[in-house]
């Protein structure tokens, strides 16, 4: 039972456009939502978080953006880097503990950046 | 930002033998810490939230006998592969909690012959 999903695997995107990454939940205790970028064989990267009584959070080139009612979420990368090239994976946890309760993970998606 | 830090970061074992993998918070105290296993092209899965002073909880499906946890510090917990067996290698990744934000170690690849 995949609580949060990342329908696309692969997503290739040409150097300052723009990437969009999705996400999508089922669980509707979910309140905490977070995107990690990671390398391979290292462990996760926090970039950016939203809760649920938010719509939006903004932090540099990195957007987050929340629709509770369709039960998705993005991650907007703009302009996009080569270095940006790498698993995002989307996580989202209950309760108001923010970062202390346990995450689901989604199945990543591998963003490659065109220069 | 955090760091968590895990050693070893690469270990590879024989079948029936126990591995420790440490887990350590470097600038903060972490009263949490969380141990995840990520198989190939897979998601990263919770497998216990390691609590100090107290013992573990474990996900369902995980063999609390098999995996033992120790989190004897606030900035230490400890993950014991114990007999371990091919099916268990894997990626072992560790977080802490600080400021709101998990924080995630660099990771273990556990390889068992």
């Known amino acids: 039972d995949q609580q949060v999903k990342q329908n696309s695997p692969s997503l290739s995107v040409q150097e300052g456009r723009i990437s969009i990454l999705n996400c999508d939940y089922t669980?509707?205790?979910?309140?905490?939502f977070l995107w990690y970028k990671k390398y391979p064989a290292e462990g996760p990267t926090f970039l950016i978080s939203?809760?649920?009584?938010?719509d939006k959070n903004e932090d540099g080139r990195f957007t987050v953006f929340l629709n509770k009612s369709a039960k998705h979420l993005s991650l907007h990368i703009v302009p996009s880097q080569p270095g940006d090239s790498a698993v995002y994976f989307c996580?989202?946890?209950?309760?108001?503990?923010?970062?202390?309760?346990?995450?689901?993970f989604g199945t990543g998606t591998r963003l490659t950046i065109i220069p | 930002g955090a760091v968590v830090s895990q050693h070893p970061s690469r270990v590879i074992c024989k079948s029936g033998t126990s591995v420790k993998i440490e887990c350590r918070s470097l600038?903060?105290?972490?009263?949490?810490m969380f141990w995840y296993r990520q198989f190939p092209k897979q998601s990263l899965m919770l497998m216990a939230t390691?609590?100090?002073?107290?013992?573990?909880?474990?996900e369902q499906g995980v063999e609390k006998d098999k995996f033992l946890i120790n989190h004897a510090s606030l900035t230490l917990s400890t993950l014991t592969v114990t007999s371990a067996h091919p099916e268990d290698s894997s990626f072992y990744i560790c977080?802490?909690?600080?400021?709101?934000?998990?924080?995630f170690g660099p990771g273990t690849r556990l390889t068992v012959l």
């Open positions: 390691s609590n100090e002073g107290s013992k573990a909880t474990y």
């Open positions: 977080s802490a909690y600080e400021g709101g934000t998990q924080y």
């Open positions: 939203i809760s649920s009584i938010k």
């Open positions: 600038d903060f105290q972490a009263t949490t």
């Open positions: 669980n509707s205790m979910f309140d905490y």
């Open positions: 996580a989202a946890s209950e309760g108001s503990n923010f970062g202390n309760e346990k995450l689901t």
